[in-house]
């Protein structure tokens, strides 16, 4: 993980058992114990270079989310408090990385490929 803005990095590997069968990269809201915070404004969050017991995943088979924080229709939000959302672009060149993209309001961003 690499903050771009200080230059910081970080990164660990973690052992364990699974079945192989998925993965995951989450971009999410926080919460407390009164309920879901509003994202912070992350513009865009690159995930990339993905790999999988050494190698580069293949995310091509993998499904995504949009994160839509309204009553699911087209108009504005209406049932929620912070009406935020996060969509995600089409896979890199390499299918191993991809953009996930925040928006303030119900409208979903443009999400370029990495």
Known sequence: MM????????????NYQSSKLSVEAIEEAPSDQFGTLPLADFGTATFGNTMVDGAAADLSKGDSLIMQDNDGSSRRCSKS???QTSNVSVLNSSLDGFNACFSPDSTLATCPSP
């Not at 803005?5 to 590997?13: C, D, I, K, L």
């Open 3 to 14: 903050d771009e803005t200080t230059g910081q990095s970080w990164g660990t590997v973690v």
């Open 81 to 83: 408090p912070h009406c």
